[in-house]
């Protein structure tokens, strides 16, 4: 059947027609809705925290962590204007607490992460163990688990903050309330999770009952160290230099079950080859100074940095005269337990 | 520290130049962001097959086969106008093959199930096999399968069409391809799939290599037969009656890694109990007559009717003389996957 | 060090001193203990039921059912006399159920399969549901359900078992009890279990709390017509026809965690290839006439026959003008679930 | 029917005419095939050290570990002579290793660990890695890796061996061959595996490739660090203070699929309750003082003493002045992999 000008019109009438039922045609809508290959409206783009550090200080005079809840700025693509979203699954922003100050103990369905950029000695409290903070490490605050801030300490502590906040938004799942105490009661001693859980030992008994890891602080000492031993062995990956993903080790799989959380260390003078996967993903630098390609174009880093690199969009690492540790999340996980990812290595 | 009104003329001069940074306060957005409970843009809607039918035949005479690639009318939300979606992350259609028609072979990220309404005789190929199509049968074509669908009957066939194209879309990873030839080669004769996988037996040295069910075809006839067998039966549930998911017997999990599908049946003069759960889901009526109330709105359905139940809605069943089968389909396996479901049942 | 013919008396009076301590030199039995392939005892052996078939019958005039609570013929491996063992790990034996008996309902930790060999009408009751059986059928009671059999029938029956007796006497585990009442009430009725678990559906609320499959029969009619299907296509395999696993639907795994059971089709004038894997496997001939080379020496075998293959020995199938269909079962899925398996294809 | 004096003639004779075709009456052995609760042929006992180790030191003036290939004395239980095992599944030995001595390279498909319990600057290597062992220190020698050991320091080195030995020879899958060189060649530096596997870390590219953890050795230094921080929690466990098991990090469950390794921590002064498991028990003092209760005999133990506590017997604790550690190991993870296992808490 042809296509005559007065079909187009009969098309539009029906397609008007139809609209008060409730349907659309799907011929007019196809590669929109099933595109050869991924079309993200994401953008790439880095935060230099040198430029950021001075509005997250300003915050600080602005509102108090008690009324804010959460002292955090949400690091936005400029792809998706409004969205409060990093990745079209992912939220990211840079938190702020103060000598003195508390952030409430809350829980909620989306999980947590938190790298820390900035100071030492706040701390993190999840399911009534603290765990202090120092630059580098990681900690996360699964789902539904009781969570709180405090900063005991003389100096600001920042850091930056990874939620699966549009993850949950978009599966309509989500659920929050706030504890009764301002700050939970610690109930077990600082590092007793890492001891029941994390020291290649589980308890006899233990029965795995949610999706996240029960070690919630990966101290940077501990990684940094086993990233210093690897780097002894001759293999290093062409692209990502050594990356290591942080594990839920109660099972061998992601710490948590929507966000996956890595670390690589890249050796001095890298001139990495192009890889791609379809995991939009967040980086943040710990150590080091270099250049990041997305896409083409150029992005300079060094320390405290964050950058973001969509889905599907190539990009490569350059680094300069030092080792250079990034640390970085996406929905890599939930990708994979769909099975849905994809990654290229292009030479 | 108090919020004086020059405070609020700080903050918005705030929030102007940090915007220019890419960065937005967490402060002002946190209700939205983390809600107590589910806000979902999607209302419930049901879609009359008697009122949608002729719009449906409509189109056959608007468009071929070929040109459309699938001739078929998206069912939308009125909740999401122009998102094509029937919940956040669920597309549903009606589709139309008429007699001699072929609808070309492609394969792409997205996986999609079928529902047949109505008529007989038509086939879908999947990887290389045809599973001739019935009403009440119930189909897959898995992630990345080559498949298509001709109808070498003289009866036009419908189907409801159910796909996770929004979730693909969110997760950034749709790939998409054609087939080289309009029709893929058939390799494997009808009732391989079902023979080599479907019958509580596998093949000696078969490895799982992907996420859906190598069984594609789900014959109503034998769904229909063992919920006979069940309604035999004492306990039915007081809300669901008996209602079955459709499983991958190579896992014992769902048939898809994104798309739950399920099978119920509810006996004559049932009067359900209340229930809610956090995936939205599309119910199809294969056979009864009865109503669904939907937070308390009343929609009456008959055979072949199509509703959706948007996520944390209470719903109950209330059905007439006959026996009810329904079909439905929702993204539950995404959410236990995640560790973020939840249901309720309402006393 | 030298070994001066002084050092073996030193030795030998060494070894008896340290014997009264409970303690042997490892030295002196390295070969046996850590041999390079392995060594069993068993060999291989075959029964011919038309000779077996008297002495069953006999068994019915010397004992009742009630008596020997199971009137069963153990088949020993004559390279293990007293084992009551076929292979190191399992037991097998031929039980006669006449018209009217009933064998009294218990339950033990370990497992039984049942090949039904001859008759029909007699059932096996599994947690309150009765199957009856027919030639062909494969029924399970798992690990410590209530079983029970009747045979209300006018014909004896006879069934092959298979039990996993040696290997929970090895690991120390076994329990048993007797069910107050001689045959356990009936509670669902026949085929619900099928309907439930075996029609690719499963209850939306359904949770795995067993290792075995809930279904517990598997009629011959069901798996000789997907044999059948199966034999419509093109690629058959060079040493085993096809040859399928029964599984556990809910798990995509065997159908019992202690033993794998089998089910093959062998074309008409097959020529197989050798072939040979760690489990010993008994197998119970249903269909067909033939012969098995077993490391050399052949067994011809008839409809109804059975024969053991020890673990790592050779064999290859030759079949004469019909089609064969064989059962088997063996130890396999406790070798690959301790990664120990391995099986090797002879060209 | 009832059973006269020459039906029992008749079933003699019946017997054996039966038992020349290769069958034998069930109805004869029911109890001892199908018991009520375990039989096991194994008895409690204890070795101390002090007593066995002049035994083991001249060993080692009798033959060399090259000569002997592993010079170890076997702990046999002394209900099971001539058996070369502990329990019926498990093999223990305590190996020594002389200065400058080399134990030759070669692999197998029985799993081994290894207990130190003396001296210190032995190595054990395994896929090219070598780890230097300390007293305490819990090592494995997965199925099939290459591995071999060396002592380049100035003292004699002893460890309590434990393997599968007897498991792997019932099921008749025992393969073993000799590395071309007597030592392995070292391919990655020491501590690669701990942290590439053992930190909360993995490479992201890591697929599981087989049973056993990748982290071969568990150095005591920091599982006795775990055990303390544990100990600062109030809550022990009334049987076994603090018990932990041995993980695979990549899967959260046993370091080996065959064998199950624990560590517990009792305080001084316990006295706990009795406990039994249908995993008979290899036990290891690491240190304290104290006495177990099996089965109502009282065994003193002390330091490096090795003592076996049968399957499905009760025993408890009871300690003296300093805290204890002891190390186990057993078959619970084949058990629970085929859900035969059971343990009781006797109040």
């Given at each position: 059947m042809n296509q005559p000008v007065d079909n187009r019109a009969a098309r539009d009438d029906y397609y008007r027609r139809i609209g008060t039922q409730g349907m659309t045609p799907l011929w007019e809508a196809m590669s929109a809705l099933v595109p050869e290959t991924p079309r993200t409206p994401c953008v790439p783009h880095l935060w230099h925290y040198d430029a950021v550090r001075p509005a997250l200080m300003e915050s600080g005079t602005l509102i108090t962590a008690r009324e804010a809840v959460r002292r955090v700025l949400i690091l936005e693509n400029p792809g998706m204007p409004g969205s409060s979203s990093i990745t079209q699954s992912l939220y990211a922003g840079l938190?702020?607490?103060?000598?003195?100050?508390?952030?409430?103990?809350?829980?909620?369905?989306?999980?947590?992460?938190?790298?820390?950029?900035?100071g030492e000695g706040a701390y993190t409290a999840v399911d009534g163990e603290r765990a202090t903070m120092h630059a580098g490490d990681f900690i996360i605050t699964p789902s539904w688990t009781w969570h709180d801030h405090g900063n005991p300490a003389e100096v600001p502590v920042v850091w930056l903050d990874g939620l699966d906040i549009p993850l949950v938004r978009f599966f309509d799942c989500g659920f929050a309330e706030n504890h009764p105490a301002e700050s939970q009661p610690v109930t077990r001693p600082e590092g007793d999770a890492q001891a029941r859980y994390g020291a290649n030992l589980l308890p006899v008994d233990f029965r795995s009952t949610r999706g996240a890891s029960p070690v919630f602080a990966y101290p940077y000492a501990r990684s940094r160290e086993a990233l210093h031993r690897l780097s002894k062995g001759q293999e290093v990956d062409a692209a990502h230099g050594h990356r290591m993903q942080f594990?839920?080790?109660?099972?061998?799989?992601?710490?948590?079950?929507?966000?996956?959380?890595?670390?690589?260390?890249?050796?001095?003078?890298?001139?990495?080859?192009?890889?791609?996967s379809t995991d939009g993903t967040v980086f943040q630098v710990i150590e080091g100074r270099g250049a990041v390609e997305i896409a083409g174009r150029r992005f300079d880093f060094g320390p405290r940095d964050t950058f973001v690199v969509p889905s599907w969009m190539p990009y490569r690492f350059v680094t300069q005269g030092d080792e250079t540790v990034l640390f970085s999340f996406s929905d890599r996980p939930v990708q994979q337990a769909l099975h849905l990812w994809r990654e290229e290595r292009i030479a």
């Open positions: 938190q702020l607490i103060l000598p003195g100050e508390v952030a409430p103990s809350h829980r909620h369905t989306q999980t947590a992460l938190r790298l820390i950029v900035e594990i839920n080790p109660t099972t061998g799989g992601p710490a948590m079950p929507t966000m996956g959380a890595f670390v690589q260390w890249i050796p001095a003078g890298f001139s990495g080859n192009a890889y791609r």
